[in-house]
């Protein structure tokens, strides 16, 4: 019950560029979806949560959830090269457990 | 403060050692979590602590032993670890139950099994 796929890449893309980021999920119970951002030899750190279905904005950043195709998706917008790092998308199943996919390792070239 | 600290930043040990990992937060947070992180790969659960009291081992090894001494702090004792173990171990808060889903991770330990 716990596969989250998400594709490692690597994508790389120039800077200013849409990126769209993605993962499917197989677990319809769990509604939170989570993506986290880890740079090179650090922790992870959380970007944005959704809840459901649904878009939800924070500045450059959109979390998007489809329920019908068991569908989560980041998109970034203008991306910086500060923003070359490896994303992880999560879901949370059950009342402590995060589940995360595999990671996509992002490069934004100058 | 949203500072989850762990040390030592890197371990080399033998496979006879017996080592800890420490891992500290002062956020108030009632749930802590240790995670293994081998290369490329994403983080998996290992163990989780909630109000001080294990609540998830996810079929970790008896080679790796975790404490929570308190609501602050979590070590993870190590004794007699493969070569296979070798990885960033992390560690990670939350306020738990609902909220489960933001976690603050420290920036772990990379740990090498000789």
């Known amino acids: 019950q716990k596969e989250v796929e998400q594709d490692p890449g690597p994508l790389s893309v120039p800077e200013g560029a849409i990126v769209s980021l993605n993962c499917t999920y197989s677990?319809?119970?769990?509604?939170?979806f989570m993506w986290y951002r880890q740079y090179s030899r650090k922790g992870p750190e959380l970007l944005m949560y959704?809840?459901?279905?649904g878009n939800k904005e924070d500045g450059r950043f959109t979390a998007q959830v489809d329920k019908s195709s068991k569908y989560i998706s980041l998109f970034i917008r203008d991306s910086q090269p500060s923003d070359s790092a490896t994303y992880l998308c999560?879901?949370?199943?059950?009342?402590?457990?995060?589940?995360f996919g595999q990671g996509t390792r992002l490069t934004i070239n100058p | 403060d949203t500072e989850v600290t762990q040390t030592p930043k890197h371990l080399v040990m033998g496979m006879t050692n017996k080592k800890s990992l420490k891992c500290e937060q002062h956020?108030?947070?009632?749930?802590m979590y240790w995670y293994k992180q081998k290369a490329k790969k994403p983080p998996e659960l290992m163990f989780v602590?909630?109000?001080?009291?294990?609540?998830i081992n996810e079929s970790v090894p008896s080679r790796f032993s975790p404490e929570c001494p308190n609501s602050s702090l979590l070590n993870l004792h190590l004794h007699a670890l493969q070569p296979e173990d070798s990885a960033l171990y992390l560690c990670?808060?939350?306020?738990?139950?609902?909220?489960?889903?933001?976690?603050?991770f420290g920036p772990g330990t990379r740990l090498t099994v000789t």
């Open positions: 677990n319809s119970a769990f509604q939170y």
């Open positions: 999560a879901q949370k199943q059950g009342a402590q457990k995060l589940v």
């Open positions: 990670a808060s939350s306020q738990g139950g609902q909220r489960t889903y933001e976690q603050y």
């Open positions: 959704t809840y459901s279905s």
């Open positions: 956020m108030g947070h009632r749930a």
């Open positions: 602590y909630s109000y001080e009291k294990l609540s």
